[in-house]
């Protein structure tokens, strides 16, 4: 199959598409799915698992004989929830800009190995005390912080301008995917076995995958020694000079400034703020409200994020073929995706607080929610690569850092509102999720952009420019 296309340089080339199907490009994407799988399995199972670590009013969590259990109240497990993040906010830019400037596989593959490594400290820092837990969480999130920034860096040098979507969107869905797995096994888990093996099934799971990665990935197609002569030409001429590493400097004043990355920032910042509420709190909102026992609960708890993980992808392979056949473009694309994304996801949250303590009502809800909310995959969770492909590392990494803002406040917000356990404080808990994820859906599409930016143009592109 040939094409022409703009590449970095803003020049028509005619390239030769090479097959998809078992391409390098296509093997990282799968390589990173399972990584964020494992991500997200190291985040969230804490989730579960303290519903199971915590003696509560509602003993729907039996374990196993000698097993310990912790007396901690709302306001404490809010802050172990959170505290993840506390970690997760100081790695985001140094590991984007980092992996930009050296490439990203040592910093994916090294964040998920320590990670990993902490988590099988767990039960160990949990009987030392809640502030040695909460002192490890913080660093693991420390440790996780540089995955996705160095993932957007890895991206910016190995995806082709008409393959980014499907190709970002399949690698990001490990973390729904992730997810999925997590909450129910983490059940399973904690019921037959006890709450701590969870930490060291997780841990190993984490080990042995970067084994792997270190084995099979390259930091780009120029270095990466299994690739075809075909597809690693059609890479290098689909992305341009766009793709070569940036140098020391970044042109910091410009993207503080840029009107289009702050649209980026708040948006993501609106719609973690529903993302992390539901990650970290979804468990004890079915335990204390709904009284579902501890394995319908991860199972159900599970849900959103199958749906969320089958959407996203979908969302992609859409995205790709509507700027395939120029029927939109990038920027409609995005716009269109993130509001879909944020705005719809907001109504069925609104439904929820009116469920009571139904749960095939609210359930059904929060599932649609986070299906509807797959879409902004492809918009605003991309769009950094759109706007300055070089810097996308570090972008990803500014984004992230507001983004992680609302991981670190809507646990303790939640265990506020919470405090009494009654069904008007988590209706309160999901109705003010709705109105930030909605006024995120506004903001994009009123300043939202698909071009690249000046600033983050190459010399080469600028001469590019000035000649024509």
Excluded at 75 to 82: I, N
Excluded at 188 to 196: D, E, M, T, Y
Excluded at 395 to 414: E, R
């Amino acid at each position: 199959m040939h094409l022409n296309i703009l590449n970095g340089t803003n020049v028509f080339v005619c390239v030769t598409v090479p097959p998809k199907c078992c391409s390098v490009r296509c093997n990282l994407a799968a390589m990173m799915f399972f990584g964020f799988a494992v991500v997200y399995g190291l985040r969230v199972n804490l989730s579960v698992a303290m519903v199971a670590m915590v003696n509560g009013t509602n003993d729907h969590s039996e374990q196993p004989e000698g097993i310990p259990r912790y007396s901690w109240d709302s306001e404490t497990q809010g802050m172990l929830l959170g505290a993840f993040f506390f970690g997760y906010l100081f790695t985001q830019i140094p590991g984007g800009y980092l992996s930009g400037r050296f490439g990203g596989s040592l910093f994916l593959g090294g964040g998920v190995l320590g990670t990993a490594v902490l988590t099988l400290l767990t039960p160990l820092s949990a009987q030392l005390g809640a502030k040695w837990l909460f002192a490890l969480r913080a660093l693991e999130g420390f440790g996780e912080g540089v995955t996705f920034p160095a993932m957007m860096a890895m991206w910016a040098r190995w995806a082709p301008p008409l393959e980014r979507a499907r190709l970002m969107t399949f690698s990001g869905a490990g973390s729904n995917f992730g997810a999925f797995v997590a909450l129910p096994l983490t059940g399973f888990i904690c019921h037959s076995l006890g709450w701590p093996a969870v930490f060291y099934s997780c841990g190993a799971a984490g080990c042995l995958w970067a084994v792997f990665w270190f084995i099979l990935v390259s930091d780009e197609p120029r270095t990466h020694p299994r690739i075809s002569d075909r597809e690693k030409h059609y890479i290098i001429n689909s992305i341009g000079s766009q793709g070569m590493p940036h140098g020391w400097s970044v042109p910091v004043l410009s993207m503080l400034f840029s009107v289009p990355l702050w649209a980026i920032i708040i948006s993501q910042m609106c719609s973690n703020w529903s993302y992390y509420t539901l990650l970290t709190s979804l468990p004890t909102y079915m335990d204390t409200v709904l009284h579902f026992d501890l394995q319908q609960n991860s199972f159900l708890s599970a849900l959103p994020y199958l749906a969320g993980w089958l959407f996203s992808v979908g969302s992609g392979v859409l995205a790709d073929n509507l700027l395939e056949r120029k029927l939109l473009s990038v920027t409609a694309v995005r716009k269109i995706f993130t509001f879909i994304g944020l705005f719809l996801p907001a109504a069925f949250l609104l439904a929820v607080g009116f469920t009571g303590c139904s749960g095939v009502l609210a359930v059904t809800f929060l599932t649609l929610s986070s299906a509807l909310g797959g879409f902004s995959a492809a918009g605003v969770y991309i769009n950094q690569i759109d706007i300055a492909p070089r810097y996308a590392g570090t972008l990803l990494g500014i984004t992230n850092t507001f983004g992680t803002i609302p991981g670190v406040l809507a646990p303790i917000v939640v265990g506020y509102l919470t405090r009494d356990h009654s069904v008007t404080g988590w209706r309160h808990v999901f109705w003010l999720s709705a109105g930030v994820s909605a006024f995120g859906a506004i903001f994009y599409v009123i300043f939202g952009t698909g071009k690249i930016q000046s600033w983050a143009r190459t010399d080469e592109e600028s001469d590019t420019d000035i000649h024509n």
